[in-house]
T-cell receptor, first 117, second 113 residues
């Protein structure tokens, strides 16, 4: 079972470059999330989606964009990379809302380690 | 608002020692509570969960009980192993229309042989 797949695993960007972090899940989950994890810190929610075509901002959305054209995919876009975006990025998915009733687990990808220099 | 507070780490224990990692929460309504574990270089994976008051979640020798009266969900294990070395995250899911998880900052556990 693939679960949640993130690509790439590692990436080094120069300041001002752009890139897309890919995330795909094969569990038919309606909810998907992007988190960032800074060294020694917990996870902060960047964006989330409750279903195809619907996205919303989390705690730290500045500098990022997302789209959800299908249930399976939830790419995260960095338009103008900045050193402050150096972090490990995790994508996750779950059943949520009325489907999940708030009590189902989230499944995480392996993470993308991004360095902006 | 909703939040999770867990004890600061790092925590260093000898093999076979007793482990407690404290977690308290603030939430409206009746959230579900989770413990996630992150092994070095990996993503988070669910360790255990509890969906209502007085429920006990358990897995791999770890346990946590959902205490509504103290708004706590402390993680315990009677005898830790070196392989338990990881970062542990307490989380809540308050469901509703968002259904998103709120995480604590994580507690790094190191177990020495």
């Amino acid at each position: 079972n693939a679960g949640v797949t993130q690509t790439p695993k590692f990436r080094i960007l120069k300041i001002g470059q752009s890139m897309t972090l890919q995330c795909a899940q094969d569990m038919n989950h309606n909810y998907m999330y992007w988190y960032r994890q800074d060294p020694g810190m917990g996870l902060k929610l960047i964006y989330y989606s409750v279903g195809a075509g619907i996205t919303d901002k989390g705690e730290v959305p500045n500098g990022y964009n997302v789209s959800r054209s299908t249930t399976e995919d939830f790419p995260l876009r960095l338009e103008l990379a900045a050193p402050s975006q150096t972090s490990v990025y995790f994508c996750a998915s779950s059943f949520g809302g009325e489907t999940g009733r708030g009590n189902t687990e989230a499944f995480f990808g392996q993470g993308t380690r991004l360095t902006v220099v | 608002g909703n939040s999770v507070t867990q004890m600061e780490g790092p925590v260093t224990l000898s093999e076979e020692a007793f482990l407690t990692i404290n977690c308290t929460y603030t939430a409206t309504g009746y959230p579900s509570l989770f413990w996630y574990v992150q092994y070095p270089g990996e993503g988070l994976q669910l360790l255990l969960k509890a969906t209502k008051a007085d429920d006990k979640g358990s897995n791999k020798g770890f346990e946590a009980t959902y205490r509504k009266e103290t708004t706590s969900f402390h993680l315990e294990k009677g005898s830790v192993q070196v392989s338990d070395s990881a970062v542990y995250f307490c989380a809540l899911n308050y469901g509703g229309s968002q259904g998103n998880l709120i995480f604590g900052k994580g507690t790094k556990l190191s177990v020495k042989p």
